[in-house]
Every structure is written in structure tokens, then in C-alpha cells.
């Protein structure tokens, strides 16, 4: 069976699950990608071609009507490759929908549509519709002297409730959604799409590959200096994953754990201004930035040499990690992942979203405890052997295939 799956970048995480899919007996992918830069990318994004097994086709990105993303091309592509399903993530969606050669072409081959996406962006119809109501002089895909002279004239409301019901149709126009938490049927039922058509996958990095790197990080001398009070982030240095909120709460536990240190893994845009604050802080000392580390033998050793894993803002497959090399877990609000992977107690701590107190709080009850702190690792361990894992999440990816499709990916099923 033969799947194209559109997407927006080639990343490190996304790429070793994908290598997985493709040698799943009876299936080929085949990823469709920009061939420059595109704004469909948030910032720092970590990609690379290396160790990809799957085939990659380029493709220039273009902007069709309204402002909806697509690719130059696409339609030949899927004349050529026939493929059985088309994953598509969001930011492409309506372009898809809208170029009627490839809508003729899909429907000739039979070719199936799955929507893949990140659903804690998506607000339910009803969030949408308020939101039209209460900010209405402000349309996202338009500069703002048109965004102003729309307002003026009583148009700019109108265009933002086609835009939603644009929005509404793809969704229901989708074959099936793919998404890794539960709160997909909650939110894209709100859009009438049936609940059947809705899979929830869970999200994983290689964990095979992480549990590997473990065992040989284990016979390896420490990378840092033996440190009972180490706390770590990792992950892009931009605003959204407060950063800042860490530091500040790292230069508190001090006062405690004159040991405490932290260490940063990561780069982006925020880099320079959390700096300054360490020193603002007077925490330089104890705080160690390091550049991204992407592969897994290094960055098991930074997680391995630290004692807590904290995310104080948005995120999520760094949690994962963290939890393959046995570190218990302090988050708030991320994005999804940890309604599944953290449980309050057991492998970790949620502090309420942006309190800065608690999080300190948190961090203090796991740093007086050296032994709960040792059983929750173990816990984390075990969550991603017996639960969520590479192994379970591309068997649901095959799984929702199946369902759509109406096929099996190969004699005896998977």
C-alpha cells in the first residue's frame, strides 16, 4: 500500500517514526516537502536528511487563493505515485482541497484523504465562532490597511465566518484525523466530523533507538560533574516554552540546594535575552547553556547526568525522551502529551500553567526527596515500555490506515 504524506519538514523525530512506518510489510511512503524555508515552520526547527529510508520528493511551495498553502507539481506527483492515502498535515489542507485537477485525480484513483494534526491549536467550532464574535475587525490571511478597510465597510466578520465554514468543510471533507491525544474527539466532533473517522495515535519519538543509546550511556563516564540537585530543559529557546519561567525558579531553589544547577539544551531567537536574565539573576554560574543535541547517544548523556527533567512552558516529545533515560518529569500545560505521559505523583509533578511559585514548589518537593525521586524515574520507564512507545504508535498510524482505506497493509494484517 502506498501512502504520500505532505508535510511541512523533514525532522529529526518525525523521520525515525516514518523509517518505521515504511518498513512496515506492505506499505511505501513517500513525503512531499518544501525544497526551501517555509513559514508553515516554526522557529529553530531542527531538520536533516540523514539515516531518512523513506522516499522524499521537493517540492516549491506556493500560496493559492486566500492565502492557502500548496506545492508546484503536487498533482503530477500523485498521478505518478498512485498512492492509496494522502496524510496531510494542516497548513496544507485547503490548498489540497482546492485544486480541482488533484480533487478529480484522488477521485479517479480512489485515493483516500487523512488530516494529521497538532489538535491543542485547534479551538472547538464554538471557541472559533465566539472568537469571530468578540475580534472581528482582524481576518489573519489579509495586510492590515485591507484588514481596516474591510472593517470599515461591515466585511471583515463576514469573511471570517466563510473562512470558518471553509474550515468546517475540510474537516468533514477529510476521509479521517489523525491526532496523538484524546481531546480530538472532543474538538473535531465539534465540527461534525463522526467519530469513527477520528484516530488517536499517541506521539513517539524512536524509542527503540533512545533505550539503545541508554544502555550504552550507562557504561560511559559521566558527561558532567556528579550534581544531586541538576535540572534540565530541552528543546527550542523561544518564547512559548518559558525558559525565563525555569530560570526564575532556578535561581529560587538556590537558595535552598546551593548545589542546584541547570542545564539548557537548546538555541533559537530567545538565547541572547535568557542570558542576560541568568545574569540578572545572578545564576550564571549554575546555569550551563548547550546547543541543540539531536542525537540520541549525546543527549541521553546530558539527561542521564541531571536529576529532573522540567518543562515550564509548551512542548512535548522532550518529555518522551526525559522519561526513556528514567528522569521523572515537572510540566504545566503542554501540548497534549502529557495528559497522557505525566501522572501527578507517580512519574512527575504538573505545576499550575505560568506559576511561578508552584513550579518552584514542585521542584523543591522532588529535590528534598532523593528517593521518590528514583521511583518516579522508574515509573517513567516503564510508562514508554509498556504504553506508549515507537511499536504502539506506528501500529495505531497502520491501524487508522487500515480503517480508511478499507484495506490491510499486508497478508495477515499488522
Known amino acids: 500500500m502506498k501512502v504520500l504524506l505532505i508535510n511541512n519538514a523533514t525532522t529529526h523525530y518525525y523521520n525515525l517514526l516514518l523509517n518505521r512506518l515504511n518498513a512496515v510489510s506492505g506499505l511505501q511512503v513517500t513525503v512531499v516537502t518544501p525544497t526551501e524555508a517555509t513559514s508553515n515552520v516554526g522557529v529553530g526547527v531542527y531538520q536533516t536528511r540523514d539515516g531518512i529510508d523513506f522516499r522524499v520528493c521537493e517540492l516549491q511551495e506556493k500560496s493559492r487563493m486566500g492565502g492557502f498553502s500548496s506545492f508546484k507539481g503536487l498533482t503530477h506527483v500523485v498521478w505518478r505515485e498512485k498512492p492509496d492515502v494522502i496524510i496531510v498535515n494542516d497548513g496544507y489542507l485547503l490548498g489540497l482541497l482546492f485544486n480541482i485537477p488533484l480533487t478529480i485525480i484522488r477521485r479517479l484513483l480512489g485515493t483516500k484523504l487523512i488530516l494529521r494534526t497538532i489538535p491543542f491549536r485547534v479551538p472547538t467550532y464554538q471557541a472559533a465562532k465566539d472568537k469571530i464574535r468578540g475580534d472581528w475587525r482582524r481576518f489573519a490571511f489579509l495586510p492590515g490597511a485591507l484588514n481596516s ?175 526513556c533515560f528514567g528522569l521523572p518529569v515537572i510540566c504545566s500545560v503542554c501540548d497534549g502529551t502529557e495528559k497522557i505521559l505525566v501522572r501527578d505523583g507517580f512519574n512527575g509533578k504538573l505545576f499550575r500553567d505560568g506559576d511561578e511559585d508552584d513550579l518552584v514548589d514542585k521542584i523543591g518537593q522532588l529535590c528534598r526527596n532523593p528517593e521518590l525521586r528514583q521511583k518516579m524515574g522508574v515509573h517513567s520507564t516503564e510508562i514508554i515500555q509498556n504504553e506508549v512507545n515507537i511499536h504502539t504508535v506506528v501500529a495505531r498510524y497502520v491501524k487508522a490506515i487500515e480503517a480508511v482505506t478499507s484495506r490491510r497493509v499486508a497478508p495477515g494484517g499488522k
Not at 232 to 255: E, N, P, Q, S, T
Not at 269 to 297: H, I, M, N, Q, W
Request: with cysteine; glycine share 8%.
Open 149 to 323: 478597510a474591510l472593517a470599515t465597510l461591515g466585511l471583515a466578520r463576514l469573511l471570517r465566518w466563510f473562512y470558518l465554514g471553509l474550515v468546517k468543510w475540510s474537516y468533514r471533507a477529510s476521509d479521517g484525523h489523525m491526532n496523538y491525544i484524546h481531546d480530538a474527539f472532543r474538538i473535531y466532533g465539534s465540527y461534525g466530523v463522526p467519530k469513527e473517522r477520528i484516530f488517536v495515535t499517541g506521539n513517539s519519538p524512536d524509542t527503540d533507538t533512545l533505550f539503545a543509546a541508554r544502555a550504552e550511556v550507562e557504561k560511559l563516564p559521566p558527561v558532567l560533574p556528579p550534581c544531586e540537585h541538576r535540572l534540565i530543559h530541552v528543546g527550542r529557546l523561544v518564547a512559548w516554552k518559558r525558559v525565563d519561567l525555569l530560570l526564575r525558579a532556578h535561581a529560587r531553589i538556590k537558595k535552598e540546594f546551593l548545589n542546584a544547577e541547570l542545564v539548557v539544551l537548546g538555541d533559537g531567537p530567545e538565547e541572547a535575552s535568557l542570558r542576560r536574565l541568568t545574569k540578572e539573576l545572578g545564576v550564571e554560574d549554575s546555569v550551563r547553556f548547550v546547543a541543540g543535541v539531536y542525537k540520541p547517544k549525546h543527549l541521553g548523556q546530558y539527561l542521564m547526568a541531571s536529576s529532573i527533567y522540567v518543562l515550564a512552558g509548551m512542548g512535548g516529545l522532550s518529555i518522551n525522551d526525559a522519561m
